[in-house]
Structure formats: C-alpha cells, structure tokens
C-alpha cells in the first residue's frame, strides 16, 4: 500500500492598524471569557481534553505529541488554577490501537497552562501513526500523525499543506477543514500569524466581527496569551487538521503584536503596555505551551528538518532578532548594519544551503523575499494595499517590514546562492495575504535579463482582510486591476491573486516542485466550499516559475 493509500484509509474517520487600546480591559477577569465559550459540561466530567490534539516537526525516527487537558471545569487557559494531573500517551500502527509500539506519561501542571507535549522516538521513518492521550479515565480522540523518511532515503514525492495568517474575528477556519478532507499530506506547513493579538474589532475593515474572540482586549499577559490560543484550539476545522498531519510551524508577528521587532512592535506602546520584553517573553512561552513545536536555538523558531533526500526544510525566525523597521525613502533599507535574520541566523542559513545534499532547499520564510514597488497603482488601488500594508497612503515603493526593508541581508544570501551555484532552492512565504509566484531576481531593475537566484509561492491568508474586503467589493475585483499593473513593475512576478482567501498545496518531485493554489467561496461561511485557483511549478535547475494548468 503507497503512502497516498495509507493517508487517505487513514483519514476516513475531521487592518485595521492599531485602534485605542483599552488598557484597563487588561486587569479583567481571565476565566470568564474562554469558560463560556468552551463546550457545555458538567463538572463531574472533568478531566477533559477540550482542545484537542496534534503533532509535529516530525523526524525520521519521532514526532512531537501535544495536547491540553482541563482537569477541573475551573481550570480554563490562562487562568492559573487546577492540579497536577498525569496524562499518559500511547502511539500505535493502526487505529483500533491493537498494535501498541510506545507509550508514556507526563504531569499537566498549572505552570504549563496544562499543555503537555511528548517527543517520542524509536519510531519507523516515513510511516503512518496513531496517537491519542488519557487522564483520569477519560481518553482524548484519536489522531493521525506521520514520521519524517529517513535520511538517506531516495523519496519519490512529497506533499504538504501550506497556510498562513487566521485571524478568528475575520471568518471561519475552512482552509483547514478542506486540507483535513484530502488525507494525502505527509505535513502542513503554517508560515506565521497563528493567532491574531488585536482587542475585538480592531484588525480588519469589514466592519463585522464573524466571531468573536477571547479574551475580548487585545492580549498583554502570558494568561492573556493562553486565553486567545486555547479559543483558537477549540475550532473543530484547525483540530480537525491537526488530527490527520503533524504540522511545521513558524511564527511571525501576530503571535506577538503586529510589525514585532527585536526591541518592539508597532502595536505595542511600552507607556501603557508595560515593557516589550516581558510581552515577548510571555507571547513565546505561550507559543511553545501551544502549539507542537520544539523551541530549537535559543528558544526561537529557526531551525531545519529533512525529508530524505529529496527535501530539507530552514524554517527562520525574522522576528526574533530584526532591527527596527524604517520610514519609507530614508535609505535605510540598504544600512548593512539592519539586519532581518540576525548576524547567527543568516550564517546558519546560508551553510545549510551550502552543505544541503538534497535535491530541493525549501525556506519557511514569514515576509516576502522578493522585492516589490507599486509601480502606477491608481489612488483608489494604492490607499488600501498601503493599508494592508502597513504603510504610509500618500505613495511607496516597498514594504520595509519583509526582506525589501532589509536589502543587505537579502543582497548577502542571494549572492551566496549565485556564488555557490546553490540550485532548487524555494521561499514559502505566508504574511501578505495574497497569493504570489515569484522568481527572485539577483537585481529586480534588469530582471529577466538577469539573474533569478531563487523561487518562491507566497500563499494568501486562512481569513486574514486583503484588499477586496478593505474596498469591499466581489472577489476578484481588485485583482483584474490590480495585477496587470503589478507585474509591469514587477517582472519576476509571475502571479499575484490580491483578493481570495484559501491555502496552498506542495507538491514535490526529484522534477519539479508544484504549488497548488486553492480559494475559498466565503471566509464568513462555516461551510465554504473550496476551488482549485491556479498551479505554479518551478523545474528542477531552473530557478524560475512557469505555468501549469493542471492541480496534481
């Protein structure tokens, strides 16, 4: 039985910027919000698992299990209380569990905001798993994982879930419950913004909350952290993914505060926020209670995997250590002293790619790498995508908050990719909440005369707004305007959707790496059907995007 068979018998079980901050909401009562808006239950229930369960980075011979389990009904996220429990996990072939390969416990505790996680090894490369957690007699459902191949193993295919940017107010989690139904990914990949940090109501133009948050003020506190991933645990469409595939995460700003640097945030102000460091500190501990990732190098997200060897995959961090984003035209951007990644990072970067020995390099990358000018956007177009952008409406030529607004660090890994005949390698990148394909040029101004160093598919948002919700107008309005004129002055870009919503599909061969592209109906819609949009491929050795008209 293939792999694709084992997946699918497996599966038959499922800006607004910143607005006034309401300071005080901050010291409100923690519980209350995420206890009502958790399932109904009697006490006498308890323990529970509420938010279900999910793996991933996985490995050769492991994968990393997560879970939460509510041990008493007042023993809400974020809110301090409840005991010591003890959670046992088993993992098993199959899914009756009759062929048991390991098992164990861990203490839930109040200190960990009762996530547990479990780094299981010993296990077969490149097999399908079951796992599921129990406490006090109650057993979690039951979930499908998958190990990573082996090393040195010669891997015909490769297909992952790509997503990024869900923001909870702005719509439903769809996306994911499409990408659950297919039963054919070895991982998903989630590029950043996870969760949103904004107070209800102020990120987005629509003007309607679909639904809303917890807690209701814009998170500050390590509870308040707690409080808006466990909300975002309880929808069935994202545990329903992370009940079929283990999942590769990265962060990028929202899971702190929007346009984060190393020292601060656009949305954070330290006079009544209290010190950026101690938000950072709470946000990454939260992350890393949340979500089934292991902290890597110096508790951040960078860090590298391998599949076989037909893939290996840098996930960055260009949070953590970025200098201060600048004003637009000040010339700035070019200082080599302002760096994106990190003097450490860049170098670990750049030698991964170097030392790789697998046929594909694919980079997890939060921002956009390929640079982007408006070019002769009408006013109407220009004001919401510098909006969306983050940036100043009277005229522009980058976004200084991904690589453009860091053009050493992009000058330096480019020309490393260039010097050392680096082939294959592929940027999926989330952020912008459109959807691109890109080449990325050595220099954009000659570009296609000269070189393309690089591809890379920019996947739009979950529900994050793009511009035909900043100017409220049909699906596919902005786009029939806004894209011709985009690519004039962007030759690399080969595509660029501004206005849908949906997630991306890779797939790679030792030929080529595929993304499909596929939009939802209605991000407000619970039950939104899904499409197929477009597919973009880059040929092994080519280093530059083309067309094709088929999904695989």
């Known amino acids: 039985m293939t792999s694709r068979q084992r997946s699918a018998e497996s599966n038959s079980l499922s800006p607004r910027r910143r607005t006034v901050v309401k300071a005080a909401a901050a010291t409100a009562v923690l519980a209350a919000p995420l206890a009502a808006a958790l399932p109904a239950r009697a006490a006498d229930e308890a323990p529970a698992f509420l938010h279900g369960v999910a793996s991933g980075d996985p490995l050769p011979d492991g994968i990393l299990l997560w879970t939460r389990v509510t041990p008493t009904a007042e023993a809400v996220p974020g809110s301090g209380l409840g005991p010591d429990t003890e959670v046992g996990w088993v993992v098993a072939r199959d899914k009756a569990f009759t062929t048991v390969v390991a098992k164990g416990s861990v203490t839930a505790t109040a200190a960990s905001d009762h996530t547990v996680k479990a780094d299981v090894r010993g296990l077969t490369p490149a097999t399908d798993y079951w796992f599921r957690f129990s406490a006090g007699g109650t057993e979690s459902p039951a979930a499908r994982t998958r190990t990573a191949p082996a090393s040195d193993a010669a891997v015909a295919n490769l297909r992952f879930g790509v997503v990024s940017c869900a923001n909870w107010e702005a719509g439903y989690f769809s996306s994911y419950r499409h990408l659950a139904a297919r039963g054919d990914l070895d991982a998903w990949l989630h590029l950043g ?110 860090r590298r995997l391998r599949f076989g060897k037909l893939a290996d995959l840098s996930l960055l961090d260009l949070r953590s250590f970025r200098s201060q984003q600048v004003a637009v035209g000040n010339g700035s951007v070019d200082d080599p002293d302002r760096t ?102 050595v220099d954009a101004g000659t570009y296609p005369l000269s070189a393309s160093a690089a591809t890379e598919f920019v996947v739009t948002s979950v529900t994050s707004d793009n511009l035909d919700d900043l100017l409220k107008v049909p699906q596919g309005t902005v786009t029939a305007l806004a894209a011709p004129v985009i690519q004039v002055a962007n030759r690399h870009v080969h595509w660029v959707d501004t206005d849908r919503h949906g997630y991306g599909v890779l797939d790679i061969t030792a030929d080529r790496a595929q993304m499909d592209y596929y939009v939802l109906s209605d991000k407000t819609r619970a039950n939104a059907t899904s499409s197929w949009a477009r597919s973009y491929r880059t040929r092994t050795g080519t280093q530059k995007v083309e067309r094709t008209y088929t999904p695989v």
Not at 246 to 256: C, L, Y
Not at 273 to 282: D, H, I, P, T
Not at 410 to 436: C, K, Y
Request: proline fraction near 4%; aromatic fraction near 10%; charged fraction near 20%.
């Open 193 to 302: 913004d996870y969760i949103y940090e904004y107070g209800t109501g102020e990120y987005g133009t629509r003007d309607t909350v679909v639904r809303q948050h917890a807690p209701a003020h814009e998170i500050l506190t390590l509870a308040d952290y707690r409080i808006r991933h466990g909300k975002y645990k309880t929808d069935p469409d994202l545990q329903a993914l992370h009940a079929v595939a283990p999942v590769v995460a990265i962060w990028d700003d929202h899971e702190f505060a929007n346009d984060a640097w190393s020292g601060g945030a656009e949305n954070h102000t330290e006079g009544t926020e209290g010190a950026w460091s101690a938000r950072q500190a709470a946000a990454k501990q939260a992350y890393f209670e949340w979500m089934p990732v292991r902290p890597a190098i110096a508790g951040t997200t960078y």
């Open 340 to 441: 994106l990644t990190g003097r450490a990072q860049l170098d670990w970067l750049k030698a991964g790619l170097k030392s790789s020995d697998t046929t594909w390099r694919l980079v997890g990358n939060s921002v956009m790498i390929s640079p982007f000018a408006i070019g002769s956007l009408s006013a109407d177009l220009l004001k919401p995508l510098a909006e969306l952008l983050g940036l100043p409406k009277e005229g522009l030529a980058l976004n200084t908050d991904q690589w453009d607004g860091y053009t050493d660090d992009r000058r330096e890994l480019l020309a490393h990719l260039r010097a050392n005949a680096i082939r294959n390698t592929v940027f999926l990148t989330g952020d912008i909440h459109m959807a691109w394909a890109n080449d990325v040029p």
